[in-house]
């Protein structure tokens, strides 16, 4: 369905491409989007390159995904200020698969806590001799 919903994003800003859209990262941004909303405080590992110096470091994925929503938006922006120009990224397909997935998530109810809740952590030790009734 975001798949769906990124084709149609990148259709309605961008109607008179000629370019066919090709691929999943729609869909695949879809699931981003659901992933900011249910685990905003997951770490993603990542790579800052500080001049020639790698520095690693783990970022809330609220965080790291909101940078990565913005990124795609201003992108999307910019590629319709090149008049003429064919964008080599659909990037309007990642901000609409995005946005998708953040509205599919709350439509399908996906945020409602329906699982059991997780076992305690008192740990279980078991003593071989404790059970005998003999």
């Known amino acids: 369905m ?3 919903a990124a084709a149609a994003l990148t259709i309605a800003v961008t109607p008179a ?3 066919p859209i090709i691929g999943a990262s729609g869909a695949i941004a879809g699931v981003l ?7 905003p405080g997951g770490k993603v ?4 390159p500080v001049f020639f110096l790698p520095w690693i470091v783990d970022l809330p994925a609220v965080i790291f995904l909101g940078f990565w929503f913005l ?3 201003l992108s999307g922006v910019a590629s319709l200020q090149a008049a003429g120009q064919v964008a080599a990224v659909a990037w309007w397909a990642h901000v609409g698969g995005f946005l998708s997935g953040l509205v599919l998530l709350f439509l399908l109810g996906g945020t409602a806590r329906r699982r059991a809740p ?9 003593h071989p001799h404790q059970d005998d009734n003999r």
């Open 45 to 48: 590992l990542t790579l800052i």
């Open 2 to 4: 975001s798949g769906l």
């Open 118 to 126: 997780p076992p305690s952590p008192i740990e279980v030790v078991y």
């Open 33 to 39: 989007g659901a992933y900011f909303i249910l685990y």
């Open 17 to 19: 491409s000629t370019v």
């Open 71 to 73: 990124l795609q938006f």
